[in-house]
């Protein structure tokens, strides 16, 4: 955005599209922000998950950092 506000050219940012160009340009956004909520869900649930181990963990294992994934 900063490169567009301080542009003497403004209209070389700009660039038209077809009606169908536009039409296929919304469902490939439809598209994408359906696959992004799916993800955004599926790690809301996974933290869930991972909260409810640590909350069952001893109160010492807690607020230790583990040396490695598992």
């Given at each position: 955005?900063?490169?567009?506000?301080?542009?003497?050219?403004?209209l070389a940012y700009a660039y038209l599209l077809a009606p169908?160009?536009?039409?296929?340009k919304a469902t490939i956004a439809v598209r994408f922000l359906?696959?992004?909520?799916?993800?955004?869900?599926?790690?809301?649930?996974?933290?869930?998950?991972?909260?409810?181990?640590?909350?069952?963990?001893?109160?010492?294992?807690?607020?230790?950092?583990?040396?490695?994934?598992?």
């Amino acid at each position: 955005m900063d490169n567009f506000r301080n542009s003497r050219n403004k209209l070389a940012y700009a660039y038209l599209l077809a009606p169908q160009g536009l039409e296929r340009k919304a469902t490939i956004a439809v598209r994408f922000l359906k696959r992004k909520t799916a993800e955004l869900a599926a790690l809301e649930q996974e933290i869930e998950q991972l909260r409810a181990e640590v909350a069952q963990l001893p109160a010492a294992q807690r607020t230790t950092s583990p040396d490695h994934d598992s």
